[in-house]
């Protein structure tokens, strides 16, 4: 990663990847049910590893605004559990779960190599010109 300087004014929002284990599901439904209660997209459960993520986990998006008082709030109310946060930055997935992104908790493995290929898959698609037929 080189060492440019992001507008932080850019980020169009923020995910909240939060993993769980069979044992600690339940903390996780808890965890979830109060995450309700903010202004926030609650994403679907995934009960093993998919994508770039190794664990069990559900996604929560939320809007740059609403950062402090998700982030704050997850800082002391995890319930021991992980999680990832993450910026949406548009400058590629890898580095938004990596390089730019923050752990509450255990940094767990993330597929990196996954990442890098959404991301050269991405920029391909770009690379194509749309065309009318």
Do not use: C
């Amino acid at each position: 990663m080189d060492n440019q300087v992001i507008d932080v004014e850019k980020i169009s929002g923020y995910h909240a990847h939060v993993y769980f284990e069979p044992h600690t599901r339940p903390l996780a439904e808890r965890l979830r049910d109060q995450l309700a209660d903010f202004d926030v997209v609650l994403g679907r459960w995934k009960e093993g590893p998919v994508g770039p993520h190794t664990r069990a986990m559900y996604q929560v998006a939320f809007a740059p605004e609403q950062f402090d008082l998700v982030v704050r709030w997850l800082m002391v109310n995890r319930q021991g559990l992980d999680i990832l946060v993450h910026p949406d930055t548009g400058l590629g997935h890898a580095g938004d779960h990596t390089a730019r992104a923050l752990w509450l908790g255990r940094s767990l493995p993330v597929k990196v190599e996954y990442l890098q290929q959404i991301d050269r898959d991405y920029k391909m698609a770009e690379a194509i010109p749309l065309t009318e037929g």
